[in-house]
């Protein structure tokens, strides 16, 4: 039978028990801190405070940051004396936080430990119940020491990890690993029928009982079927510390970083394959007062983890290459720091696109997350064979959206399905370009161009490219010394 701690955000930290009654049929007590073996006894075990989250994530509300243990019809609890022990069961009190269990004792003694649940939990299986936060046998509780007649307290030995996500899409089961411990060890929560966020943008918790101590972890979220697609990925940068007793809150990078907007899963292929798209594109801020921001994301180089603004004759980003930001090439080395506002042109030729004025390293950027992805954390550049299946290998209506982040822009949508004229999925604006020969700002609310990781010789990548005013949206190489946009998917 499955137990509950109610959750309101963390974990109940002691609970104090005592022996409030001897059977007076058990055999006879030597002195009153004494018991003997075959003594009937009933203890008392109640709730100690409550304690707040160690959390990474803001909460709200006097109760949001508490949890109440509460004891239900058959818990048992384990006391042992030296090597023997015997299970007491729950007598009276369920559904509160102070209940009596009955029991025997395994041996004589003069002082005995106790554990919650008799059995040690495997925290590496763990289930998902949308009536419990967390079945609470999951959580291990011990005393040592104790005395007849003296008051001791049942101390949590485990931790909980809560991950906050929009999880707008069906999820089949959580894996998160121990990166620190050696070898790794993985705790998975199974999700048996599947798990969907009904409450619009309110984040969803998933908790996950994980052994107290310093720790770096992984978090995957995968989603449903016999080869779940992977929906998105949270790794610590540093060690986390997991309190016995108590919650640590960590949201998952499905929100994106600068904006309320959400992600967009499209799910594609034969068999499914789920991408996320972030809402917005890489290296977007918000306009604030007389803050352009960069509301069309920036426009970057191939390769590169800084991006650059754009300005033309109607359009104006916080800030954008000029005068001595525009500098002659060629990319001889990686690009440091100090050169994050440089774009490095061609001065030779406007049909010399290439010549090494962007890095000719073809690692700088790849399907999997790497040190000059210009993406935030937990999301990369995509390939080209998402781009792909974005665009669903089919012409796109000529739209512009006028709500929400991308009001007033010009673009098209993009469903990864069949049908002529998406309405919804993934917004991609005609953000234009940053001109290789002079790094000039073109074509904004024109022309869109979003790269991949997929390169398709030394010198070109493969692309996503449309104008407003013609179809079809089309799949194309580029040369890599243009700045151009980047849509960035989940890892």
């Given at each position: 039978?499955?137990k509950?701690i109610?959750?309101?955000?963390?974990?109940v930290?002691?609970?104090a028990?005592?022996?409030?009654?001897?059977?007076?049929?058990?055999?006879?007590?030597?002195?009153?801190?004494?018991?003997?073996?075959?003594?009937?006894?009933?203890?008392?075990?109640?709730?100690?405070?409550q304690?707040?989250?160690?959390?990474?994530?803001?909460?709200?509300?006097?109760?949001?940051?508490?949890?109440?243990?509460?004891?239900?019809?058959?818990?048992?609890?384990?006391?042992?004396?030296?090597?023997?022990?015997?299970?007491?069961?729950l007598?009276?009190?369920?559904?509160?936080?102070?209940a009596?269990?009955?029991?025997?004792?395994?041996?004589?003694?003069t002082?005995?430990?106790?554990?919650?649940?008799?059995?040690?939990?495997?925290?590496?299986?763990?289930?998902?119940?949308?009536?419990?936060?967390?079945?609470h046998?999951?959580?291990?509780?011990?005393?040592?020491?104790c005395?007849?007649?003296?008051?001791?307290?049942?101390?949590?030995?485990?931790?909980?990890?809560?991950?906050?996500?929009?999880?707008?899409?069906?999820?089949?089961?959580?894996?998160?690993?121990?990166?620190?411990?050696?070898?790794?060890?993985?705790?998975?929560?199974t999700?048996?029928?599947?798990?969907?966020?009904?409450?619009?943008?309110?984040?969803?918790?998933?908790?996950?009982?994980?052994p107290a101590g310093?720790?770096?972890?992984?978090?995957k979220?995968?989603?449903?079927?016999?080869?779940?697609?992977?929906?998105?990925?949270r790794?610590?940068?540093?060690?986390?510390?997991?309190?016995?007793?108590?919650?640590?809150?960590?949201?998952?990078?499905?929100?994106?970083?600068?904006?309320?907007?959400?992600?967009?899963?499209?799910?594609?292929?034969?068999p499914?394959?789920?991408?996320?798209?972030?809402p917005?594109?890489?290296?977007y801020?918000?306009?604030?007062?007389?803050y352009?921001?960069?509301?069309y994301?920036?426009?970057?180089?191939?390769?590169?983890?800084?991006?650059q603004?754009?300005?033309?004759?109607?359009?104006?980003?916080?800030?954008?290459?000029?005068?001595d930001?525009?500098?002659?090439?060629?990319?001889?080395?990686?690009?440091?720091?100090?050169?994050?506002?440089?774009?490095?042109k061609?001065?030779?030729?406007?049909?010399?696109?290439?010549?090494?004025k962007?890095?000719?390293?073809?690692?700088?950027w790849?399907?999997?997350?790497?040190?000059?992805?210009?993406c935030?954390?937990?999301?990369?550049?995509?390939?080209?064979?998402?781009?792909?299946?974005?665009?669903?290998?089919?012409?796109?209506?000529?739209?512009?959206?006028g709500?929400?982040?991308?009001?007033?822009?010009?673009g098209?949508?993009?469903d990864?399905?069949?049908?002529?004229?998406?309405?919804?999925?993934?917004?991609?604006?005609?953000?234009?370009?940053?001109?290789?020969?002079?790094?000039?700002?073109?074509?904004?609310?024109s022309?869109a161009y979003?790269?991949?990781?997929?390169?398709?010789?030394?010198?070109?990548?493969?692309?996503?490219?449309f104008?407003?005013?013609?179809?079809?949206?089309?799949?194309?190489?580029?040369?890599?010394?243009?700045?151009l946009?980047?849509?960035?998917?989940?890892?």
């Open positions: 039978m499955k509950t109610l959750f309101a955000a963390a974990l930290l002691l609970a028990c005592n022996v409030s009654d001897i059977d007076k049929q058990s055999p006879a007590v030597v002195d009153g801190n004494s018991f003997v073996k075959g003594q009937k006894v009933t203890l008392t075990v109640g709730t100690g405070n304690t707040k989250v160690s959390s990474e994530l803001v909460t709200s509300g006097e109760d949001k940051d508490k949890v109440n243990f509460k004891w239900e019809t058959g818990d048992k609890i384990l006391v042992k004396v030296g090597e023997a022990s015997a299970e007491f069961t007598k009276s009190g369920a559904g509160s936080a102070t009596t269990f009955e029991g025997t004792m395994p041996e004589d003694g002082t005995f430990d106790v554990q919650f649940p008799v059995t040690d939990p495997d925290l590496t299986t763990q289930t998902y119940s949308a009536t419990e936060a967390i079945p046998d999951m959580m291990k509780f011990t005393a040592s020491g005395t007849v007649g003296d008051a001791f307290a049942l101390t949590a030995v485990n931790a909980a990890l809560r991950l906050n996500l929009y999880a707008d899409v069906t999820i089949g089961k959580i894996v998160v690993t121990d990166k620190s411990a050696s070898p790794e060890v993985s705790y998975t929560l999700c048996t029928d599947g798990v969907k966020n009904n409450t619009g943008n309110e984040t969803m918790p998933f908790f996950i009982i994980l310093s720790r770096n972890i992984e978090a979220v995968y989603g449903t079927g016999e080869t779940p697609a992977l929906i998105c990925t790794t610590t940068t540093s060690a986390r510390t997991f309190v016995n007793g108590q919650v640590l809150n960590m949201p998952l990078k499905y929100d994106y970083p600068g904006t309320d907007a959400q992600p967009t899963s499209i799910t594609t292929g034969d499914a394959t789920t991408t996320v798209w972030a917005v594109n890489c290296g801020e918000p306009a604030n007062g007389e352009k921001g960069y509301t994301g920036k426009l970057y180089q191939w390769g590169r983890k800084d991006g603004g754009y300005k033309d004759t109607d359009y104006e980003d916080a800030s954008y290459p000029s005068g930001n525009i500098v002659d090439g060629p990319i001889s080395t990686i690009p440091t720091a100090s050169d994050a506002e440089k774009f490095y061609n001065a030779i030729s406007p049909w010399n696109w290439y010549n090494g962007s890095p000719a390293n073809l690692t700088l790849s399907s999997s997350k790497t040190a000059y992805d210009p935030p954390d937990g999301w990369r550049v995509p390939t080209d064979g998402e781009i792909w299946a974005l665009m669903g290998n089919h012409t796109v209506a000529t739209l512009q959206d709500s929400g982040v991308h009001c007033g822009m010009k098209r949508y993009f990864g399905s069949s049908t002529a004229t998406p309405t919804s999925g993934v917004f991609l604006p005609a953000a234009g370009v940053l001109y290789n020969y002079d790094g000039k700002g073109l074509k904004r609310n022309d979003y790269w991949t990781s997929t390169h398709e010789s030394v010198y070109f990548t493969y692309t996503l490219q104008r407003i005013d013609s179809t079809p949206a089309i799949n194309e190489f580029a040369f890599r010394s243009g700045g946009s980047v849509r960035c998917v989940q890892e």
